[in-house]
């Protein structure tokens, strides 16, 4: 068979079923055999960045799945290096398949042919351009071993013409993944860093993506429960515990944060910090503020990521779900031989402070605050709700005021942030499981960045919600920005001569998705907010293609965060929750 037809029979016994593309000339080799070998899915992006962050949805959604981007020579690889980095960057495997000028060309500067293996390494685990079509089979099992193995990331397989057109000796009936490696924790060494337990009086575990990566949710709350000490989840954790738990004690940072973590994290006195990365919009940079009067013990998968940003008492690398088989089976043990400290006062105190230092969502202000929308999004939208967004003041007021319940269901390029991710990574995690109910949020610039997805939703029968708020500004540059003492080049205000009556907010968004194939509807009465989502649900269930709904928002608005980058100097820019109806969706109703 050709090597192309091989590449493909190696995908399916790898799992793939689905993969996310543009074809091109010099990709359309593989892309017949894509068609000929069939038993893999295909939907056809509109951009090819594009589908590179749906390869990344896709491999989000559901343990075990690694989604599949494919496009053509040039200037699609080079494309595609946004959903690369913001793989690498959270630990999210993805593999991109590339087209490539024939082997003899690739120095005659042909047509389209760019060395994209070269500009791909510092994003990804591996990066191969393939010169020996009998190496075909090779680097695509190779490929998978690596995006499994140790600390999850992406890889790019680079094909040229010729390779894939040459007939190889390839038996895919005899064909079998390579073993996966992944470290583990030792008895030793998870008695010690439980060691640290019978010391502390204020314990917290930080709970990051690691644990999700690893699918080991269902230990970190078991473990969680038999020491009796609350969890703070990452960003990247979100969805480790649900919300609701007992034991679950907000987020830390300078943005995505809540008032009643940080203040627990500052009463701490011992940190056991698994799969995560102590990333800095966590930490914040004042790395006195965080590490002072408390020790850590630090689990990650990747070695180096050991004292990578600060050093700790202990480390271990481990994979989160080994290391914490080891944790429960050692917490049995302590606890049945009366071993264990009792916390049940510390605990008590987190969901004290859970109970009373919240912020106010309730407003009733023409044009909409902000906050009113993620309270009417949390009457919505139920536990089984799967979020999906990228960057800017959007994305930290949701991780500020939504709910999540369960791993996989708080979907965000943490590091990386590029705009325009939300709408394609929305298409992905909705290909990969299309019975869990997606809803995406998006700033107006985030929005309008890719908005062409929008199509591929309406063509390939995607359902979702799209929540928009729209203020027509680069509201967190906005924000950034006066602490420089400028407002500059943020202000995406017009007066759109085709739609006078929305005033100075520019981009008639629902006149653009309407004409892209999919249904949208504007809310410019905070009371109306509620009933808007409830009929986008509906549609988008009635018609199988995105709903927007578009929430116009006052123009300024300033969301909490540390104008110093410090977690414990965070700015609270709004009236706080003084009464119960200040904030009716929070998670505990608020103690006066």
């Given amino acids: 068979m050709t090597a192309a037809a091989a590449a493909v029979e190696i995908l399916k016994r790898e799992g793939v079923t689905t993969a996310f593309g543009v074809p091109g000339a010099a990709i359309n080799p593989f892309y017949r055999e894509l068609k000929n070998v069939g038993g893999i899915g295909h939907t056809l992006a509109r951009h090819v960045e594009g589908a590179s962050h749906m390869a990344e949805g896709y491999t989000r959604a559901k343990a075990g799945n690694i989604g599949v981007c494919i496009g053509t020579s040039g200037p699609a690889g080079t494309d595609m290096i946004t959903g690369l980095y913001s793989a690498i960057a959270d630990s999210i495997p993805i593999l991109c398949i590339t087209g490539q000028a024939p082997t003899s060309k690739l120095h005659k500067e042909d047509f389209q042919a760019v060395d994209i293996a ?3 390494k510092p994003v990804t685990k591996a990066a191969t351009t393939v010169l020996e079509a009998a190496q075909v089979p090779g680097v695509f099992q190779q490929a998978f071993h690596l995006m499994r193995s140790g600390r999850p990331g992406p890889v790019l397989i680079d094909l040229p013409m010729d390779v894939q057109l040459t007939e190889i000796e390839f038996d895919p009936e005899t064909y079998e993944p390579l073993p996966v490696y992944k470290p583990s924790a030792t008895r030793a060494q998870a008695e010690k860093a439980l060691s640290f337990l019978l010391e502390s009086e204020r314990p917290l575990i930080v709970a990051g993506g690691g644990i999700i990566n690893a699918d080991a949710t269902d230990l970190l709350v078991e473990f ?17 515990i649900p919300d609701d738990h007992e034991l679950a004690a907000g987020m830390v940072g300078v943005q995505t944060a809540h008032r009643y973590g940080n203040a627990t994290f500052l009463e701490s006195d011992f940190v056991l910090g698994i799969g995560n990365r102590w990333a800095n919009r966590h930490t914040g940079y004042n790395m006195d503020a965080y590490t002072k009067g408390r020790k850590f013990v630090h689990v990650d998968i990747e070695p180096t990521q050991i004292g990578r940003i600060f050093a700790p008492d202990f480390g271990i690398a481990s994979d989160a779900k080994a290391a914490l088989e080891l944790f429960v089976e050692i917490a049995k043990e302590w606890k049945a031989a009366g071993k264990l400290p009792d916390f049940s006062a510390w605990a008590a105190s ?15 202000n023409i044009p909409i ?35 999540v319940y369960k791993p996989r269901h708080w979907i965000n390029c943490g590091q990386a942030g590029p705009l325009g991710w939300t709408i394609p990574a929305a298409i992905g995690a909705a290909t990969a499981d299309p019975e869990t109910p997606v809803v995406a949020l998006s700033g107006d610039y985030d929005f309008q960045f890719m908005i062409e997805e929008l199509a591929v939703a309406a063509q390939h029968k995607v359902p979702y919600v799209h929540v928009l ?9 906005r924000q950034a920005q006066g602490n420089l003492g400028i407002n500059f080049e943020v202000n995406l205000e017009f ?28 809310v410019t009465d905070p009371d109306k907010l509620g009933e808007a989502l409830e009929e986008a649900k509906k549609l988008a269930v009635e018609h199988q293609v995105p709903v927007v709904v578009e929430a116009i928002l006052e123009r300024i608005t300033n969301i909490a ?12 820019f709004e009236e706080l929750a003084t009464e119960p109806g200040h ?8 103690k006066v």
């Fill in 561 to 572: 965060m540390s104008k110093t980058v410090d977690m414990s100097d965070v700015t609270e």
């Fill in 350 to 364: 987190a969901q004290e402070r859970k109970a009373t230092l919240q912020r106010r969502t309730n407003f009733d």
């Fill in 469 to 477: 708020v729209n203020n027509a500004y680069l509201g967190l540059i």
């Fill in 583 to 590: 904030a009716p969706t929070a998670i505990k109703a608020l």
């Fill in 495 to 522: 007066e759109n001569i085709n739609t006078p009556e929305i005033g100075v907010y520019g981009v008639d968004h629902v006149k653009v998705a309407e004409g892209l194939g999919v249904k949208a509807i504007r």
């Fill in 224 to 240: 969680a429960e038999l020491i009796n000490v609350p969890v703070i989840s990452t960003l990247m954790g979100w969805g480790t």
């Fill in 118 to 120: 070269s500009i791909a």
């Fill in 369 to 403: 605050k902000p906050q009113r929308v993620y309270e009417e999004m949390n009457k919505a939208f139920g536990p089984e709700t799967r979020y999906v967004t990228t960057i800017g003041l959007s994305q930290i007021a949701a991780a500020q005021f939504l709910h």
